[in-house]
């Protein structure tokens, strides 16, 4: 039976500068020289050797904006992709609880990217074989990097939102009693890695920035275990608000819509079982395409030059996102609205060469008109998070998860109580202790 192998704490991933010195050492060293070593595990942070929380201030000759937007760099995670943590998260709570056994069992990482790509790092740094499970229209880059880790692959039909096709594949995989699912909609190491890990470095990154507060935290719905962090910053700032994106090609909370898009990473056709809604306060849709060609802009184009190579679609679609959101709620000069690069744009020349094919190449002329991608962002396709639509937002999520995935309507009325989000924030102290007692054994 192989190693069983345990990693870091919830607290060690927000702090990891208080790690022992020699382990922090050998750490950050691997992460340039060995990025399949093991203690990689200890670089599941948004910290860079300083201790400072990694991120990037867009600047204002793109957004146009008053309030300053920041963008938290995911790219230094291992794996490429913030992601990571959350299936590392999920992982060793299983592990823990000895849901899960290295050598027995395979890991099941139903995905449409990033979070496959965490499970391909994972998996084998703890010793358990990986079968991620993701759309056969995501980009080249990802499958190759899944495979680059030592993960295995299935591909089903259809692009970014086809999320169904997923869960269909992964019904047939459950037969099988040594597949163990980790599965990022439903499981709440998700919640609770970006609740308290993520939250809690967005309110650090805050203090130092504007007037030292969290206006609004904005992040696109993949799993939406993202905007988990929303609820620790209104914990510090109650006036903060937690804003979602979600493509105007499927609309889902927006209008109850659908359909598919490009943007991958976000916009799964459904509302997630971790997804907070009743403390949302606002959506934004924003365009694929527009995605596309900002990505391409800040990659190819002499502006945002500090932004190059360091975000993805999702990323420009959640800087899209933040300025929408911005002009929405007025927000004035020192006022702080914080944002989220989940990747970098290593698994994305393949989507931008297809983009060329369609639009033809990006010359001068046409990169000044896509400046205006940015700063011509309107308060169009807008939401307000009402008593009314958040209970629809919540009421949603009947349709997968009672109807398809078997969770029960006691379960989802159960979640209408804040006390329940309560209990999923707490139990980070209680695995932390679990996980320090094992790791002394």
Same mark, same amino acid.
């Given at each position: 039976?192989?190693?069983?192998?345990?990693?870091?704490?919830?607290?060690?991933?927000?702090?990891?500068?208080?790690?022992?010195?020699?382990?922090?050492?050998?750490?950050?060293?691997?992460?340039?020289?060995?990025?399949? !070593?093991?203690?990689?595990?200890?670089?599941?942070?948004?910290?860079?050797?300083?201790?400072?929380?990694?991120?990037?201030?867009?600047?204002?000759?793109? /957004?146009?904006?008053?309030? /300053?937007?920041?963008?938290?760099?995911?790219?230094?995670?291992?794996?490429?992709?913030?992601?990571?943590?959350?299936?590392?998260?999920? +992982?060793?709570?299983?592990?823990?609880?000895?849901?899960?056994?290295?050598?027995?069992?395979?890991?099941?990482?139903?995905?449409?990217?990033? %979070?496959?790509?965490?499970?391909?790092?994972?998996?084998?740094?703890?010793?358990?074989?990986?079968?991620?499970?993701?759309?056969?229209?995501?980009?080249?880059? $990802?499958?190759? &990097?899944?495979?680059?880790?030592?993960?295995?692959?299935?591909?089903?039909?259809? *692009?970014?939102?086809?999320? &169904?096709?997923?869960?269909?594949?992964?019904?047939?995989?459950?037969? !099988?009693?040594?597949? @163990?699912?980790?599965?990022?909609?439903?499981?709440?190491?998700?919640?609770?890695?970006?609740?308290?890990?993520?939250?809690?470095?967005?309110?650090?990154?805050? &203090?130092?920035?504007?007037?030292?507060?969290?206006?609004?935290?904005?992040?696109?719905?993949?799993?939406?275990?993202? +905007?988990?962090?929303?609820?620790?910053?209104? =914990?510090?700032?109650?006036?903060?608000?937690?804003?979602?994106?979600?493509?105007?090609?499927?609309?889902?909370?927006?209008?109850?819509?659908?359909?598919?898009?490009?943007?991958?990473?976000?916009?799964?056709?459904?509302?997630?079982?971790?997804?907070?809604?009743?403390?949302?306060?606002?959506?934004? *849709?924003?365009?694929?395409?527009?995605?596309?060609?900002?990505? =391409?802009?800040?990659?190819?184009?002499?502006?945002?030059?500090?932004? $190059?190579?360091?975000?993805?679609?999702?990323?420009? *679609?959640?800087? +899209?996102?933040?300025? @929408?959101?911005?002009? %929405?709620?007025?927000?004035? $000069?020192?006022?702080?609205?914080?944002?989220?690069?989940?990747?970098?744009? !290593?698994? %994305?020349?393949?989507?931008?060469?297809?983009?060329?094919?369609?639009?033809?190449?990006?010359?001068?002329?046409?990169?000044?008109?896509?400046?205006?991608?940015?700063?011509?962002?309107?308060?169009?396709?807008?939401?307000?998070?009402?008593?009314?639509?958040?209970?629809?937002?919540?009421?949603?999520?009947?349709?997968?998860?009672?109807?398809? =995935?078997?969770?029960?309507?006691?379960?989802?009325?159960?979640?209408?109580?804040?006390?329940?989000?309560?209990? =999923?924030?707490?139990?980070?102290?209680?695995?932390?202790? $679990?996980?320090?007692?094992?790791?002394?054994?």
């Amino acid at each position: 039976m192989p190693t069983m192998i345990f990693g870091p704490t919830f607290e060690e991933m927000l702090h990891p500068e208080r790690l022992p010195r020699d382990l922090r050492q050998r750490a950050l060293a691997a992460l340039e020289t060995a990025p399949l !070593d093991p203690v990689n595990l200890y670089n599941i942070t948004w910290k860079d050797a300083a201790g400072a929380v990694r991120h990037l201030v867009v600047p204002r000759e793109l /957004t146009g904006t008053e309030a /300053t937007i920041v963008l938290m760099t995911g790219c230094r995670f291992p794996s490429g992709s913030h992601k990571v943590g959350a299936v590392y998260s999920i +992982l060793i709570e299983k592990q823990l609880l000895g849901e899960v056994v290295p050598g027995r069992d395979t890991l099941v990482c139903p995905s449409t990217g990033n %979070y496959g790509i965490g499970g391909a790092w994972v998996g084998p740094r703890m010793n358990y074989r990986s079968l991620v499970v993701l759309p056969e229209e995501m980009s080249a880059e $990802r499958f190759e &990097k899944i495979r680059s880790y030592g993960a295995d692959l299935i591909k089903t039909p259809g *692009c970014e939102s086809n999320v &169904k096709e997923i869960f269909d594949k992964v019904k047939e995989l459950r037969r !099988d009693p040594k597949n @163990k699912i980790l599965e990022q909609f439903s499981e709440f190491g998700n919640y609770r890695f970006h609740y308290y890990v993520t939250g809690n470095s967005a309110v650090e990154l805050a &203090k130092g920035l504007g007037n030292g507060r969290v206006a609004a935290f904005v992040s696109a719905m993949g799993s939406a275990g993202t +905007l988990a962090a929303g609820d620790r910053i209104k =914990q510090v700032f109650p006036d903060a608000r937690i804003v979602g994106v979600e493509p105007i090609q499927c609309p889902t909370l927006f209008n109850a819509g659908f359909g598919g898009h490009r943007i991958e990473g976000i916009g799964d056709k459904h509302v997630t079982w971790i997804h907070n809604v009743l403390n949302m306060d606002l959506l934004c *849709c924003v365009d694929d395409l527009e995605c596309l060609k900002g990505l =391409q802009l800040i990659q190819e184009g002499d502006v945002a030059v500090s932004l $190059r190579g360091m975000i993805g679609i999702s990323g420009v *679609c959640n800087i +899209l996102g933040a300025i @929408k959101a911005a002009r %929405y709620l007025g927000l004035r $000069r020192g006022d702080v609205v914080i944002t989220v690069a989940t990747d970098g744009f !290593d698994r %994305y020349p393949s989507v931008l060469r297809r983009l060329s094919e369609e639009c033809g190449p990006m010359d001068r002329e046409e990169a000044r008109r896509r400046v205006e991608i940015f700063r011509g962002q309107k308060a169009d396709w807008i939401l307000e998070g009402s008593r009314e639509t958040r209970w629809r937002w919540h009421n949603q999520k009947y349709y997968t998860w009672v109807e398809q =995935q078997g969770k029960s309507v006691a379960e989802l009325r159960a979640q209408e109580d804040p006390v329940f989000w309560l209990a =999923q924030q707490e139990k980070v102290a209680e695995l932390d202790g $679990r996980l320090t007692a094992h790791r002394s054994r």
